[in-house]
């Protein structure tokens, strides 16, 4: 990572840039754990247990490792995201605009991924070590173990420095109450806040925090009930390259 950026992203993942949570891929491969790594995600995104807890929890309800062959057929069968978001990784590559997948998903579901192409290079990755393979192939020059919801902003943090990317160009964007402390970490270094499909537990920790979301993007799920995976769908995540391109000139 020597190239010179003019700005930086740094995104969840899971129900942020795509319509899936970090467990699916076990829950497709045992799908008896479906409702228990259900509770499991929605106890850590609400801030009730640590991500460290929950992970403790997953270890002891797998009965085995996720071997790559399951990752595969998981993928195979299930990979998307939401709509513009490979173009909007393109797009930023194009402009100098370092992008980065900061996220408690694991890394050997984004080994498998990049190993299969299915989404295009990025620089860095920040993920959880849960399930990670030996494997290098198509892998990110620059990989940040996440053991907990707060080493997003730290690795954040620590990409930015490396890179003298000041805090006035750095993007953070998250959707959920485990995004918290990254969204508290930015509005104090003076970064800009997306909400990206808010959900009430996000919206609810910065309001608590006194954290001004500077904007709200897709779906505002702190202001309606239900999930609308269609409607999800036609967000087009392109449109940000407006603001994106507001903040880089700035």
């Known amino acids: 990572m020597i190239k010179h950026y003019k700005a930086m992203v740094s995104s969840d993942w899971n129900e942020c840039l795509a319509p899936c949570g970090p467990f699916d891929c076990i829950s497709f491969a045992y799908p008896r754990l479906e409702a228990e790594l259900a509770d499991v995600f929605r106890q850590y995104t609400g801030n009730f247990i640590s991500l460290g807890e929950a992970a403790g929890q997953i270890r002891e309800l797998l009965p085995d490792p996720i071997t790559p062959d399951q990752m595969d057929a998981y993928l195979d069968e299930s990979f998307t995201t939401y709509t513009g978001v490979p173009e909007l990784i393109e797009w930023c590559a194009s402009n100098s605009i370092l992008f980065m997948i900061n996220t408690t998903g694991m890394i050997g579901y984004f080994q498998r991924i990049f190993a299969k192409s299915l989404l295009p290079p990025v620089p860095v990755i920040s993920a959880h070590p849960m399930i990670r393979y030996p494997e290098k192939s198509g892998m990110p020059p620059q990989i940040y173990e996440l053991f907990e919801t707060r080493d997003k902003s730290k690795n954040t943090d620590e990409v930015a420095r490396s ?36 959900k009430p537990s996000l919206d609810n920790y910065c309001r608590e925090k006194n954290i001004e979301i500077n904007l709200r993007f897709g779906l505002d799920y702190s202001r309606r009930e239900k999930r609308n995976s269609q409607e999800e769908s036609q967000v087009n995540f392109m449109v940000l390259t407006t603001t994106i391109k507001e903040i880089v000139n700035r």
């Open 163 to 198: 890179l003298a990317i000041p805090a006035a160009k750095t993007i953070l964007l998250g959707d959920s109450g485990g995004d918290g402390p990254h969204f508290e970490w930015g509005a104090a270094a003076g970064a800009y806040l997306i909400g990206s499909m808010t």
